[in-house]
Structure formats: structure tokens, C-alpha cells
Nanobody, 121 residues
Framework: QVQLVESGGGLVQAGGSLRLSCAAS????????MGWYRQAPGKQRELVAT???????NYADSVKGRFTISRDNAKNAVYLSMNSLKPEDTAIYYC???????????????WGQGTQVTVSS
């Protein structure tokens, strides 16, 4: 019964900011990597940023210097602070987590339902 729930998406003008949040809940033993991916209409899902439990971070080149990923291990949460937003950032943003399930100790990749980010020009 593991689930990821995102929040914080919305409509913003170019140059504006948004902060996305994602919290994992359920029968979780541990979480290694967490991250954010996005998918624009007609395009494949792409990596935005990832962060390991130990704090190793990876950003897509298109968001370096503008987005910041962080996490709270105690809360099983990951965040994405987005600044200087551009119209090309418009997409559905998905939270992802590499989770080891409690009891069964089964490793699986979990996804949230997505949150829409729309940046107007």
C-alpha cells in the first residue's frame, strides 16, 4: 500500500516560481533515490532532478541553476523549488521513489499521479 502524492503545481507567468512537494506513505522499509520527472504533451517523460538518501543530486541540463531538489528522509518527502520558470517548463511533473517495501522487502519504483505545471508567456 505504498503511494506517492504530489502537490504544488499550478499556473504561473514566465519568470515566476513554484514549489512542488511529494510525500511517500505506506509500508516502507527504506527509500534510496527520489526524484522528479516531467512529461510535456507529445513528448516522452524526462528526468528533471534526482536525489539519493545520502544527498547526491543530479539535474537535467535544462534546469540547472533554476531548480533545486531537496528531501526530508524522516518525512519520506522530496521537494522541487522552481525559479525563473519558462514556458518550456510546462508539463505534468511526476514524483518518483525507489522503495524497499516493509515485510516483503521487495524493491520497486513508484510514481505519483502527477501535478500540472503551466507557465504562460
Amino acid at each position: 500500500q505504498v503511494q506517492l502524492v504530489e502537490s504544488g503545481g499550478g499556473l504561473v507567468q514566465a519568470g515566476g516560481s513554484l514549489r512542488l512537494s511529494c510525500a511517500a506513505s505506506g509500508s516502507i522499509y527504506s527509500i534510496n533515490a527520489m526524484g522528479w520527472y516531467r512529461q510535456a504533451p507529445g513528448k516522452q517523460r524526462e528526468l528533471v532532478a534526482t536525489i539519493t538518501r545520502g544527498g547526491t543530486i543530479n539535474y537535467a541540463d535544462s534546469v540547472k541553476g533554476r531548480f533545486t531538489i531537496s528531501r526530508d528522509n524522516a518525512k519520506n518527502a522530496v521537494y522541487l523549488s522552481m525559479n525563473s520558470l519558462k514556458p518550456e517548463d510546462t508539463a505534468i511533473y511526476y514524483c518518483n521513489a525507489d522503495i524497499l517495501r516493509a515485510y516483503s522487502l521487495t524493491k520497486s519504483d513508484y510514481w505519483g499521479q502527477g501535478t500540472q505545471v503551466t507557465v504562460s508567456s
